[in-house]
């Protein structure tokens, strides 16, 4: 059999699967059996690269090129070219903001050198539907050195010197929750994993079930050995069929080889694992609410203490900890906490896996060390925002969090700076907003998330934050007032004193937040009535300019409500009255004759 | 369909799902999700009634959890449920214009099915796929990087598919 020569990966993660990963697959394959190179060429899908906009993704080992937006039809030339002929294909390369394009092993492209894989180490690397891959990283290592080596209270206090805290949101310290966990008293225990990832713009836990999902069995099997439990569920949600595709994958070949179910590894120690599907309910990320969820029940939050560690999953010690954590513990285990410790700064310590969405130019995943600037990640990995424009605000720890404002874009990212400007690192999702963003529309935006989501359960959360949306909707309109502001202030403070759950507590935090760095974008729409970044509908018209126009008529073409009218080489005219702003017409406008003004 | 034919159906769903189970307790948002594939989408609601007599549950007890989970629905949904997001990152890059084309493709508003009960439109919350924001799910399949045109040329070619499919 002919040795393999080239190995290429594909990103078959979910991003790269809807911009048609797939067909560049199938298309690579018959190219290669065309040519007769499907021997020494192999193929591998992986997990999510991290670079979701760039997709779909493919690197050609041992080189280590990148090629970016590839279609079916581009792959047949890149199989000519760079694996016949040992050309580059610069046109697929990865090409900066500006223009540059760099023929650079992945590893050098600047979204990537910054960034430091633990939690993330395979994704990108291994087939997730291969165990043996999996094993191949050093995968069950962890597993096996736990359950031959070191005892329970071991494993804890590697955990306790790698400072690692949970990476869910709260941030409770990891090895603390194990030890509770561990000291409980009872003969039945559970193990928990969390995936029910439901913050706006956060993705990890998605992409790590998918990519690797063999590392949170490992890590489950692991928790359950160190507090003593033989049954785990994982609570996924619904919207990701293909993490439960995947993780289910991953138990039946791990119970096959021996990693789960009865008598693992040879010894007398059994811990199975099950897989329990949510059905749309953002309250269920919540612990509580998720434990009620597992037996059945309605997704609401219970009142704490007493904590699930002491009476959980149907009143037994129950551990809960979510994807992410559970990615970083086979790592501390192999190379010990202080490895793990080395990383980050006091207090945050290690890396965090961040998602990066919105107006940035390299949207998708990224791992760094705790600690990192705002301005390394948005700008360097990130490459800053796109089309010019400038950065306004970056959105952090989704509808739990705040808007940190521009200015602060040097503050180092740990759990307390963040906590110092107003917002919390959650679980991870950093939402780039540029200066076209109104900051009294994202904080409405959240707690019309909120309202919908509140279980319904506790008045402050399902009453207050419904009051606080109407006054969000009259100032977004025009209609607010000076006290209005001071009402939204009172109201959010008392539901952050009163509520029951992390939901209503945390849930005025994107309104307070914006109010304390964007107070005169708050004025200018109730003193005003205007908006700033001429986003709020009702605040906002459009004009066209009647020197410039010159009547070529595409605005009237586009107008999806047939507002704007006017005959060809005349000066167009828009019916306001008719208008939807939905600013259509601005981008087809070649003359720069049309333009939004407020009020 | 009658009673005993639900019955029956139900039942069969409800034993499969437990015997999949590691643990014999409550399994009842898996009984769920599984009764809602078999019947395409929805539950019909005469499920909960079996629900009643085979887990000796209250209906009550039952239709909470019904209600409670915006997946389930005791409503008929189309053959295509549409998903589409509409946290934040969507929003701040262009998801409300999406929105209303796909509003303006179906004719018609949120919760709603298509008179030839092909499609159904439904918010979600964050899909997960905020790389490629703005996000929609038709059924199980993900469409990212939308526009307002690319969203009614995905909406032709489904119906165009239907068209000239089987029947």
Request: with cysteine; charged share 25%; proline share 5%.
């Amino acid at each position: 059999m002919p040795a393999v020569e080239n190995t290429i990966v594909i990103c078959a993660g979910g991003a790269c699967i809807s911009a048609g990963e797939i067909s560049v697959k199938e298309s690579l394959e018959n190219t290669l059996k065309e040519y007769a190179l499907e021997e020494v060429v192999q193929v591998v899908e992986t997990g999510c690269m991290g670079a979701c906009d760039l997709g779909p993704i493919m690197v050609i080992y041992p080189e280590g090129i990148f090629y970016q937006k590839l279609n079916s039809e581009n792959v047949k030339k890149i199989v000519e070219e760079h694996l016949l002929k040992g050309r580059v294909v610069k046109e697929f390369l990865y090409t900066g903001p500006t223009g540059e394009v760099k023929e650079k092993p992945q590893e050098e492209l600047p979204f990537f050198k910054k960034q430091i894989k633990i939690a993330t180490r395979n994704l990108g690397v291994v087939d997730p539907l291969s165990i043996e891959e999996y094993i191949a990283r050093d995968g069950y290592f962890a597993l096996t050195k736990v359950i031959k080596d070191m005892s329970p209270d071991k494993v804890i206090e590697e955990l306790k010197k790698s400072g690692l805290r949970g990476r869910g949101g709260a941030g409770f310290p990891t090895g603390l929750k194990w030890e509770f966990a561990k000291k409980a008293e009872g003969d039945v225990k559970y193990v928990i994993c969390n995936a029910d990832e439901g913050d706006p713009g956060a993705f990890m836990d998605r992409a790590i079930l998918e990519g690797d999902p063999h590392t949170v069995v490992e890590a489950m099997t692991i928790a359950a050995y160190t507090v003593g439990a033989n049954k785990g569920f994982i609570y996924v949600r619904a919207e990701y069929p293909l993490a439960i595709e995947r993780f289910s994958r991953a138990l039946e070949t791990a119970r096959e080889y021996g990693f789960l179910g009865e008598n693992i590894l040879g010894t007398d120690f059994s811990f199975d694992i099950e897989i329990r599907i949510g059905a749309g309910a953002f309250v269920c990320g919540e612990e509580t609410a998720l434990i009620n969820s597992i037996e059945g029940q309605r997704g609401i939050p219970r009142v704490k203490p007493p904590y699930p560690a002491q009476k959980g999953l149907w009143g037994k010690p129950t551990l809960i900890n979510n994807v992410e954590t559970y990615a970083n513990i086979p790592p501390i285990i192999l190379h010990g906490g202080d490895w793990f410790a080395q990383f980050g700064v006091e207090g945050s310590r290690g890396t965090k896996v961040f998602a990066l969405a919105g107006k940035v130019n390299n949207t998708g995943l990224v791992e760094v060390p705790m600690g990192i600037t705002l301005r390394e990640l948005i700008n360097e990995i990130g490459g800053g925002v796109p089309n010019g424009k400038k950065l306004k605000a970056v959105q952090t720890g989704g509808p739990s969090g705040g808007c940190v404002p521009e200015k602060y874009i040097d503050t180092p990212i740990t759990y307390d700076t963040l906590k110092e400007l107003g917002t919390i690192i959650g679980s991870g999702g950093m939402i780039v907003m540029d200066e076209d963003d109104c900051m009294v529309d994202v904080a409405k935006f959240f707690l019309e998330f909120t309202v919908e989501e509140s279980c319904g359960q506790c008045t402050p959360c399902r009453d207050g934050t419904k009051r606080m949306l109407e006054i969000l909707e009259r100032i977004t309109e025009g209609e607010g007032t000076e006290e209005d502001l001071e009402k939204l202030k009172e109201l959010g403070e008392h539901i952050m004193k009163t509520s029951l759950c992390g939901l209503g507590q945390t849930a005025p935090q994107p309104v307070l937040s914006t109010m304390r760095y964007f107070w005169d974008e708050y004025e200018a729409h109730v003193k005003e009535k205007r908006c700033p970044a001429k986003k709020c509908k009702e605040l906002t018209r459009i004009v066209i300019d009647r020197e410039k126009c010159v009547g070529c008529t595409a605005c009237a073409r586009v107008c999806p409500v047939n507002a704007i009218t006017g005959s060809v080489r005349q000066p167009h005219e828009i019916d306001p009255e008719l208008c939807t702003r939905c600013g259509s017409c601005l981008e087809v406008c070649r003359f720069g004759a049309i333009s939004k003004v407020s009020p | 369909m009658s009673f005993e034919e639900v019955r029956n159906t139900i039942k069969e769903i409800y034993e499969k799902v437990n015997s999949e189970s590691l643990d014999e307790r409550d399994n009842l948002i898996n009984i769920l999700h599984a009764i809602q594939e078999y019947y395409g989408n929805y539950i019909p609601l005469e499920a909960a009634e079996v629900l009643k007599e085979l887990t000796g549950k209250p209906l009550s007890k039952i239709y909470e959890v019904l209600t409670f989970y915006t997946m389930f629905s005791t409503n008929k949904r189309g053959k295509y449920v549409i998903r589409v997001c509409k946290s934040l990152p969507c929003h701040v890059t262009g998801g409300a214009a999406v929105l209303e084309s796909l509003k303006d493709a179906l004719e018609i508003d949120y919760g709603q099915t298509t008179q030839d009960g092909l499609f159904t439109l439904e918010e979600s919350s964050c899909l997960g796929l905020c790389g490629v924001s703005p996000v929609m799910l038709i059924n199980d399949e993900a469409y990212g990087n939308l526009t307002p045109e690319k969203v009614k040329e995905i909406i032709e070619e489904i119906k165009e598919k239907e068209r000239s499919g089987v029947k």
